[in-house]
């Protein structure tokens, strides 16, 4: 506790109060875990990949800022069709029906064409025929690879997942567009499947090497929960950063703050962590400037 | 639009306004689902059957008030573990370092004993093996049906499940205390696997096959977008009902209000939908008791 | 703390967990607030008096259940309107420019025609004419008793507070419809005033005769911090209820737990008090149908 | 509508979607505030007074940046209390009956000791007494003026307005530190008051004298009503731009969009309007940044 200047602040945003405060711990943080080589998860949501933020993912891929991520099937999707498509800028009060009936998907207030959806459609075909070849079964992480070395695009993260063999895990894979493909996919090759428990011993062996872990973890839901919840196989995160616009009071997972967690042993008891309550298109950009000068 | 008498309301939520009108209207939707006999899609995250819900969704299932179930894998979890053991009540506040040194984990203002995960990974086990003895590669609604079957306790949901056959789905099985048991279990049986796309077919003939569909939402997440992107398939569902309250500020799928769903197709541009910003815990009662009683 | 069962809770919200154990709380605390003859300080903004709460509210002011009340100027705004005219129910969603063109005001999804503030012009009017025929400078609290016993709808809670002489105080008057009346009265009325010191004394007196205090404080802003701020002077409340929607984590008065106020004072450190995060329109009747049956 | 491209716009923040899209258009709504200028209202809530925006604000003032400043009482104690007396940092989960044994005050993650408001007492009392001296009766904004004259410190937003004649309203006065200070007063001083009728004319001369109006609404609470509010007299404001973290869902007045304002003609239909759903700690420097070089 410091009862003292709030002027006095070594770093800008510490100085602040509130939620600038947290940005500058957010920093803080992220500098220890570089400092320490903490291995760093690093886990985000499908819109965000949607949103400018796509761009700064793929530039800390390649500078391997992040050792691994999990993530969604919807980033899957947008990264592999941003890698092509453009999406455009919209408001979040757009008339939806009137979207539809000119085949514009909002998200946010970002747009996106059907014809995304109808490009992905003809590019995911064409990596699972390759996968059906190398293996009958396969896993998330090969999937996300594979898309990877499908795209040339350098502001794409799998792009450079890919190059710089940052494993990319997305347990809940078959909940996107890449998922509903893989059954239509499935009608030609029946026998075709994704068995999400190959992904595990890779994600558990990263985490039991690790001699120290660091969580990077924007928005909520299964990839939040995936990243903490596979590090209680070694006690808890020794660093975490949340970002994220969700509630506690409700008793959500992607609302629980960085200490729920610890009662968890997710997050390690004598851990350093922060949440930072604030949407991840401006909080995150603003964190992520002082390490990618 | 009525610019009429607030107090003419004839249903009482409807007349109050903010969001007691929209449990009215919630109330008014599912009431039409029900007697249009819609297909009902029914979704929610696992926090909620770690709290007093998980009596009222048994009480759903045993009434097969809902056709298919669309949830996270911690809901298989905590739906497993209670149908034996006792979670607690404590405070959003408490100290979760001391928390974790006695062997209790916080999820809101739930408290979990250690105990309950150890019970878990002994009950998980067995119907591991048993699945294992009839095939190599399941499914997550196998899983579900089977830890259904292998429960006595009447206020388990997967109890009634099992006996109704209403079919769970949970994409995203591994991430859960069930899905990390995988990992261990493998261990020792090397080829046992769950394929997520076996799920895909089930599902989306259900979809495929039902007249008129309804979706009732609790919560965003994985479960939350697997319930509307499957309706993708038939042109989105005809009716639909969220609880929610995270923010549409940020582009989440978690906050995005049910117009945001007409866009994509998701929901129909001809359908009834309503988005009631509350916790669960507190609306999910009222709007069930006009039909469980 | 109690690990112990979350089904053996002795009222029914306290067992389910989340933010219906903080209405089960909440409920306790103003049973205890009752037995123990509290004088009860009861504030909300504005929003819910336009809503089906000012018919609640009214009941409770019949039955003498608050002993003060802390409120805006927009609460005696709508209240006035509403026993003589009519509001809507709309949608969250209209196109307010279109709903300008037609005369509509929307508070949220409540709609108010433009003849409804008309009618306060005219009837505030008289109000003002009658007080100032009594006194050139006047003060909030005298204001709102005035329109209290010019109204004769059993359905206003000003209505009540002047027949059974509980105070309403509205320390931010000016800052309303009716506020803005008092530009044009004193344009004809020049010596009119509203001192707003004038109330300080009464409702400081009223705080410091209470053996025991305590607050229900619903939504946030200056009727929140009025109620919380005065109990100072007694060394805080003894018991206390929020009921807010508004978030802690950007340092906003609104936002505030209950905890917050106890570093103050404006809670006492041995109070009793819970933050039920929910809108007022759900959780109060929900808190109340307890107490009027 | 632009379903173009979202690398491609002009503004770095445009064109990242979400949040950040909506920081982008207030920077450039400010611009055309500026451009033609507005006559620039400005309106913010206490506790950003209590953190690092303190200095932002003085800046603004000193640059005369705004023209009028709408607050509560509150945001007048601190800036009297920071110019003498500092703040400190630490955390929202701190323990606040250890923090009251202690004497320090805790806002958000802002610690304020007992002895900043005895500094309070002291001061304001001078400020009432020279007050007195020229009149029994005053005006919010003359107290603010009074405040301003009394402080050197170069770092206060009032020190600037009083030097710049910005006249700073505040019609819940008697809602803060120094409002209870004037309950102390008047035991000396019986016939001080504050008539907060007479700053109406001031507030609604600045208005109907505009030939643009714009708002830039920090925050809920009385005001940001105020500042809208009052510009009804001209048919609303030209401008708007909130910064907030409150929901519109429950029918606040702190939650409700620009849209809302719309409807009531309190900002205008053919208005340039914008939400940042952000804290403004973070917020708000972001897009102060690119006027205050």
Not at 185 to 192: N, T
Request: hydrophobic share 40%.
């Amino acid at each position: 506790m410091n009862v003292g200047d709030l002027k006095a602040g070594k770093q800008e945003y510490l100085a602040v109060g509130f939620q600038a405060t947290n940005i500058g711990r957010a920093i803080e943080l992220i500098q220890r875990m570089k400092k320490e080589k903490a291995t760093v998860f690093f886990s985000f949501t499908a819109n965000m990949v949607a949103s400018g933020l796509r761009g700064l993912f793929a530039e800390m891929c390649k500078r391997k800022f992040v050792d691994a991520i999990i993530t969604t099937g919807g980033s899957l999707d947008h990264d592999l069709i941003r890698a092509k498509m453009d999406y455009g800028i919209g408001d979040f009060t757009m008339n939806d029906s009137e979207l539809h009936k000119k085949g514009v998907n909002r998200l946010g207030n970002i747009l996106i064409k059907n014809e995304c959806y109808e490009f992905l459609e003809k590019e995911i075909t064409k990596v699972f025929e390759k996968i059906y070849d190398d293996e009958r079964t396969t896993s998330p992480s090969t999937i996300a690879k594979e898309i990877g070395n499908s795209i040339s695009d350098k502001g794409s993260f799998l792009y450079w997942c890919s190059k710089n063999k940052i494993p990319v895990f997305s347990p809940g894979i078959t909940d996107s567009a890449i998922g509903l493909q893989t059954y239509f996919f499935k009608q030609r090759y029946a026998d075709f499947g994704i068995d999400v428990t190959k992904d595990m011993k890779q994600l558990a062996d990263i985490v039991l090497n690790a001699d120290k872990t660091g969580g990077i973890v924007l928005g909520g839901g299964i990839s939040k929960h995936h990243t903490i919840g596979v590090n209680l196989l070694r006690g808890g995160l020794d660093y975490a950063v949340y970002v994220t616009t969700a509630s506690p009071w409700d008793g959500s997972l992607s609302g629980a703050r960085t200490q729920e967690a610890v009662s968890w042993g997710k997050i390690a008891e004598q851990a350093k962590h922060v949440t930072v309550d604030c949407d991840a298109t401006i909080a995150f950009p603003l964190i992520m400037k002082k390490f990618l000068k």
